[in-house]
């Protein structure tokens, strides 16, 4: 079975732009959840999506959001980046048994100038 | 506010050692907690997940324990190899206001030397 996949593995934005993630989980896999992970805030949860809803989400502003696809696929868009945002993206794909475990890609990483 | 706290941040040891990764939370109502691996620029690997029900999980060389009642966990990793450099990060699944998600812990960067 193939993992989850991120594309782009790198991008480069300036401030005030947005961007587009992409991720496709593994295959059989309807759960897709996004983190961000920072060298001074550690991993932190975006949000979950599961059968194209948004079922969870963390405390993030509004420039964060993201949608499913029926075919499981996640995609996660940021507006109006800040030079903050700059970061590894992570996303994470897992069955629908409440108790299965996370499964990640290698993650985009955005630079924001 | 579940909290993952984790120790050491960091940790050198030559090959061959037995070690010891802690991991604390603050809040014992958890549905399971996960032990991670990452290297340098990649997404998580994950290592063994321990549900709340559970004591104990093991992965070849690799035993992690929960205490949930304490908040804690230990990643103990026999007879470690250069190959086991990495950063190990633990995670739990908890229910906060937003619903339920991870929370992760800030890692134990580990260098193995050969």
């Known amino acids: 079975k193939a993992g989850v996949t991120q594309t782009p593995r790198y991008l480069i934005k300036t401030r005030g732009q947005q961007v587009t993630l992409s991720c496709s989980p593994i295959?059989?896999?309807?759960?897709v959840s996004w983190y961000q992970q920072t060298p001074g805030q550690g991993l932190q949860f975006l949000f979950e999506y599961f059968s194209e809803t948004q079922r969870n989400k963390g405390n993030f502003p509004g420039r964060f959001s993201g949608r499913q696809f029926s075919n499981s696929r996640s995609e996660m868009n940021v507006s109006t980046l800040e030079l903050g945002d700059s970061a590894l993206y992570l996303c994470a794909s897992r069955d629908n048994h409440s108790n299965s475990p996370l499964h990640f890609g290698n993650g985009t990483r955005l630079t924001v100038t | 506010k579940q909290e993952v706290t984790q120790i050491p941040a960091a940790l050198s040891v030559p090959e061959g050692e037995n070690l010891v990764l802690n991991c604390s939370f603050t809040?014992?109502?958890?549905?399971?907690l996960q032990w991670f691996r990452q290297d340098p620029g990649k997404g998580l690997t994950s290592l063994l997940l321990i549900q709340s029900s559970q004591r104990e999980q093991t992965s070849g060389r690799l035993n992690a324990s929960l205490d949930k009642s304490s908040g804690r966990s230990t990643l103990y990793i026999a007879a470690s190899q250069p190959g086991d450099s990495a950063t190990y990060l633990c995670?739990?699944?908890?229910?906060?206001?937003?619903?339920?998600?991870?929370?992760f812990g800030p890692g134990t960067r580990l260098s193995v030397l050969p």
């Open positions: 995670a739990v699944r908890t229910r906060d206001n937003y619903g339920q998600n991870f929370v």
């Open positions: 809040d014992s109502a958890i549905y399971n």
């Open positions: 295959s059989g896999h309807r759960s």
